[in-house]
């Protein structure tokens, strides 16, 4: 009877039901006209249900289950047949019969179909960007309008070796963030061109940009290799090849800073006496190994601030701290001996000339170093090897 | 004629459509068309001077939130368990889709569909190492497809 109601229900609460009826054999009985329409396939009495439904081979364990036990029911849901979609319910009619019930759901099929195509295909399109996302060399995260991070790329977490811990991200926010507050002061001074970031040993040129109204991605290209390379280019650019001191451009550089400072200190222009000699009797190689002698003996006397640079063939220039001048007459008196007790390459000996002066009010870096040089021509017309100051 | 039911499992758009379309009705086509719930398909086949019919369903994809309904898999002889070449996950989901027809069709036997093996590039496919009872298909192009079919009959009639 249960079953008989349910037809009825189903009548009358429109949601209509076709129905078949078949025997402990599974041949079909009677049927609902409509039933036929629905399958696409004529149903005759007495032939096998399995001829029409293929769907319910398979089910034959089922049906008989269904007898036997005189409940149970069973459903195949959605079932695309004859171009419908259809649900397919099995249910105990009486002892000799089993009600199969058919119900078309098409329409409503449909419109889950549309919602489940555009669901799966950005599955698959968002799947698609992820793995491009993952594939690159560069760090990529998003962080939105509270400063959380709310995606982030494969190398971000390689990178960081994050789990997803909140003391590891609270440590993580330290590194990236620097000395800036939140993200959107960093994504602030990108924008006004601090466009590198170094996290430990490493160099990245940051980008970031607003992706939407919240969203904030930023993009860390890794660039250390580039950096390091610049770096000793710029070295090299700096320094004399053969000496490995700083060059005269540099010196100036340096020169004009500590000018600004105002800070006491001496200039020192220093000259190898006679070097002209040595070249044309030994030949340029031990020559230069003489000059390259010559500036590790002055550096030993060198503080870390001190500097020494070459001017030009054998001349040097030193810029040295001191609280008066004689303290830099001193050391230069100190280098001067130190020089002429060195036994240079092949048994050399060599002797150097000093001029030293210090800054005056008003003094630019080219008077100052006139008046070194001068100094220096006094000590060589008044007989080389000696340190001359002037005032 | 014997009726053998058998299935396709695998994770959405790894072509399990496609193997039967052209298994079927030796055709094929680029669009997608998602599959809702099941479609039954039939073939006949003879083999070693039998006839089979195979009824082939074409159940949805099933995604991580969404599982087939295992009652679908009673009374079926084999599956057929289709991964995608092209996309790592579906590969690694294989394993899970022939466990779930186990454990209603214990011991019964299967095949693996490595599809879409047309989009590999050439240098891929000859290093291309798979399991046992392996094929590297193309619904696409028509590689493999009915070495797939038969190969399960095989395994189920012997
Ligand atoms: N290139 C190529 N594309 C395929 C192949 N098989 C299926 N496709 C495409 O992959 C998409 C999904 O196929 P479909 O059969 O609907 O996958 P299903 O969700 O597993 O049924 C469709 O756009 C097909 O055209 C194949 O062997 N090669
Ligand atoms: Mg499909």
Not at chain 1, 343 to 360: D, K, N, Q, W
Not at chain 2, 94 to 118: C, I, M, T
């Amino acid at each position: 009877m249960r079953n008989v109601q349910r037809i009825l229900n189903s009548i009358l609460s429109k949601n209509v039901f076709e129905y078949i009826l078949i025997d402990r054999d599974a041949n079909v009985g009677d049927f609902s006209l409509e039933a036929t329409h629905l399958l696409g396939e004529k149903l005759v009495h007495g032939e096998s249900i399995f001829d029409v439904l293929p769907e319910l081979v398979g089910s034959e364990d089922v049906i008989e289950e269904i007898f036997n036990r005189g409940k149970q029911s069973y459903a195949i849901k959605t079932v695309e047949k004859n171009g419908r979609f259809l649900n397919i319910y099995l249910d105990y009619f009486d002892s000799e019969k089993l009600l199969i019930l058919l119900q078309d759901i098409t329409e409503v099929t449909e419109i889950r179909r549309k919602i489940m195509q555009v669901s799966n295909q950005t599955t698959l399109l968002s799947n698609t960007l992820q793995s491009i996302v993952d594939s690159q060399k560069a760090i990529i995260f998003l962080v939105d309008s509270n400063g959380k991070i709310v995606f982030a790329n494969k190398r971000f977490h390689e990178y960081f070796d994050t789990d997803d811990s909140p003391e590891l991200r609270q440590e993580l926010l330290h590194t990236l963030l620097d000395e800036h507050r939140d993200f959107h002061a960093l994504h602030k001074s990108v924008r006004k061109g601090k466009d590198e970031l170094r996290i430990g040993q490493d160099v990245f040129s940051i980008e970031s940009v607003y992706v939407d109204p919240v969203n904030i991605l930023f993009t860390l290209t890794p660039i250390t290799d580039l950096v390091r390379k610049k770096e000793a280019l710029q070295n090299e650019i700096r320094h004399d090849p053969l000496t490995g001191v700083l060059r005269k451009q540099s010196f100036d550089e340096e020169l004009r800073k500590r000018l600004l400072s105002k800070r006491p200190f001496a200039l020192v222009v220093t000259d190898i006496d006679n070097f002209k000699q040595i070249n044309d009797r030994y030949g340029h190689v031990i020559g230069d190994k003489a000059l390259i002698q010559f500036t590790e003996v002055i550096r030993k006397r060198l503080r870390d601030d001190e500097t020494i640079a070459r001017w030009g063939g054998e001349e040097f220039l030193l810029l040295l701290e001191c609280a008066t001048p004689e303290e830099a007459i001193d050391k230069c008196e100190t280098i001067r001996r130190d020089l002429e007790q060195y036994r240079f390459e092949a048994g050399l000996h060599i002797t150097a000339s000093f001029g030293v002066s210090c800054p005056h009010e008003g003094d630019d870096a080219a008077t100052l170093v006139e008046r070194a040089d001068k100094a220096l021509y006094q000590a060589k017309s008044s007989g080389k090897n000696r340190v001359v100051f002037l005032n | 004629m014997i009726r053998k039911k058998i299935l396709l499992l695998g994770d959405f758009h790894v072509g399990k459509t496609s193997l039967i379309r052209r298994y079927v009705d030796n055709a094929f086509s680029d669009d997608y068309l998602t599959t809702i719930g099941v479609k039954i398909s039939k073939k006949q086949i003879t083999l070693h001077d039998r006839e089979y019919e195979l009824l082939i369903w074409d159940i949805e994809g099933a995604t991580p939130t969404k599982k087939i309904p295992t009652h679908y898999f009673a009374g079926a002889a084999g599956a057929i368990v289709v991964g995608d070449l092209t996309r790592e996950e579906t590969l690694t989901s294989l394993p899970e889709h022939l466990q779930s027809f186990h454990s209603v069709n214990r011991g019964k036997p299967w095949v693996f569909a490595y599809n879409k093996v047309d989009l590999l590039p050439v240098e891929q496919r000859k290093r291309l190492q798979l399991p046992e009872w392996s094929f590297a298909t193309s619904a696409k192009e028509d590689l493999n497809v009915d070495t797939l079919f038969t190969t399960l009959l095989e395994r189920i009639v012997s």
